[in-house]
């Protein structure tokens, strides 16, 4: 039973472009949500996160959006450059647990 | 470097063995926490320490698996019988405690186990 699901295995963005990636939930209980970045044979490194009782929370070129009627968030990534690619993972507090979708792979074209 | 630190990072086994991995977490941290992550999956919450109780276990966690914080610092997990479905990626995160900071995990490398 996924209860956070990134929908988009992959994206390719244009250097400079905007890029956006998706990410559904299922908990309306869910109190906090997370973006990580990940590269290969390295674990997970926290990106951004927001508190379910926030629609926006920006950090430099990273702004995540949270829509709690639609069960929605995004992360958006302007600009983007050749270093941002990676898998990006979303996760979710429920109590103690996290939950996580399955990520999405990110290129960005140089 | 203090960041989260994994042993082994690789292990390879046969069927019905027994492994054990160790996570040495951030110092400073009271929360320590173990997943699993298969190929094309996100990593999949096991269980969870604050300190040296263990809080919260994930029901799919079978008897097979046990995991152990003894002073509230590193931490061991097991794995007894292994079975080839056992093969992943074996997460270590911590996070201290506290409002705001609480949220942030920091990942170790990982341990892949490959089960023959």
């Known amino acids: 039973d996924q209860q956070v699901k990134q929908n988009s295995p992959s994206l390719s963005v244009q250097e400079g472009r905007i890029s956006i990636l998706n990410c559904d939930y299922t908990?309306?209980?869910?109190?906090?949500f997370l973006w990580y970045k990940k590269y290969p044979a390295e674990g997970p490194t926290f990106l951004i996160s927001?508190?379910?009782?926030?629609d926006k929370n920006e950090d430099g070129r990273f702004t995540v959006f949270l829509n709690k009627s639609a069960k929605h968030l995004s992360l958006h990534i302007v600009p983007s450059q050749p270093g941002d690619s990676a898998v990006y993972f979303c996760?979710?507090?429920?109590?103690?647990?996290?939950?996580f979708g399955t990520g999405t792979s990110l290129t960005v074209i140089p | 470097d203090t960041g989260v630190s994994q042993d082994p990072r690789h292990k390879i086994t046969k069927r019905g063995q027994n492994v054990t991995f160790r996570c040495d977490p951030i110092?400073?941290?009271?929360?320590l926490y173990w997943y699993r992550q298969t190929l094309g999956q996100g990593p999949e919450f096991l269980t969870y320490?604050?300190?040296?109780?263990?809080?919260?276990k994930s029901r799919l966690l079978s008897d097979r698996f046990s995991a152990e914080r003894p002073k509230g610092s590193f931490s061991t997990l097991e794995i007894q019988r292994t079975e080839q479905g056992d093969s992943a990626m074996y997460l270590c995160?911590?996070?201290?405690?506290?409002?705001?900071?609480?949220?942030?995990?920091?990942f170790g490398p990982g341990t892949r186990l490959t089960v023959l």
């Open positions: 995160a911590s996070s201290p405690m506290g409002r705001g900071a609480y949220n942030e995990q920091f």
């Open positions: 908990n309306s209980m869910f109190d906090y």
């Open positions: 927001i508190s379910s009782i926030k």
């Open positions: 996760a979710a507090r429920g109590g103690n647990q996290f939950y």
């Open positions: 110092s400073e941290h009271n929360r």
């Open positions: 320490f604050q300190n040296e109780a263990q809080l919260e």
